[in-house]
C-alpha cells in the first residue's frame, strides 16, 4: 500500500500563491508516475500537473505557466508551485501515485481562491 498526505492548501487572494506538498509512504517502490489532480464544485476530478512514466511533466492547458510540479526524492515529496491563482482555481487538490496497476490517493487539500 501506498499513503499520500497532501498540505498546503488554503485561501488566497486573486493573483496569490501556494505551494502544495504531498509526502508519499508505505510501498513507494515501483511508483512510476505521480502528479496532481483537482476537483472543483459541481466538476468532475481533473489532471492538473504530473511525472509521467518516462521522467517527463505535464500540464493541464489551463495551468500552463503559471503552476509548477516538482519532486525531492529525498524526501519522497511532490510539490504544486501555484503563481498567479484564479478563481477558477479554486478546488479540492488530491496528489496521486501509480503503481503497478493501482491508483493511490490522498484525501485532498482544499484551496479557495477569493477575494
Known amino acids: 500500500q501506498v499513503q499520500l498526505v497532501e498540505s498546503g492548501g488554503g485561501l488566497v487572494q486573486p493573483g496569490g500563491s501556494l505551494r502544495l506538498s504531498c509526502v508519499a509512504s508505505?510501498?513507494?517502490?515501483?511508483?512510476?508516475?505521480m502528479g496532481w489532480y483537482r476537483q472543483g464544485p459541481g466538476n468532475q476530478r481533473e489532471l492538473v500537473a504530473a511525472?509521467?512514466?518516462?521522467?517527463?511533466?505535464i500540464y493541464a492547458d489551463s495551468v500552463k505557466g503559471r503552476f509548477t510540479i516538482s519532486g525531492d526524492n529525498a524526501k519522497n515529496t511532490v510539490y504544486l508551485q501555484m503563481n498567479s491563482l484564479k478563481p477558477e482555481d479554486t478546488a479540492v487538490y488530491y496528489c496521486?501515485?501509480?503503481?503497478?496497476?493501482?491508483?493511490?490517493w490522498g484525501k485532498g487539500t482544499l484551496v479557495t481562491v477569493s477575494s
Open positions: 511525472f509521467t512514466s518516462v521522467g517527463s511533466t
Open positions: 508505505g510501498s513507494i517502490f515501483s511508483i512510476y508516475a
Open positions: 496521486n501515485a501509480k503503481r503497478w496497476t493501482m491508483d493511490y
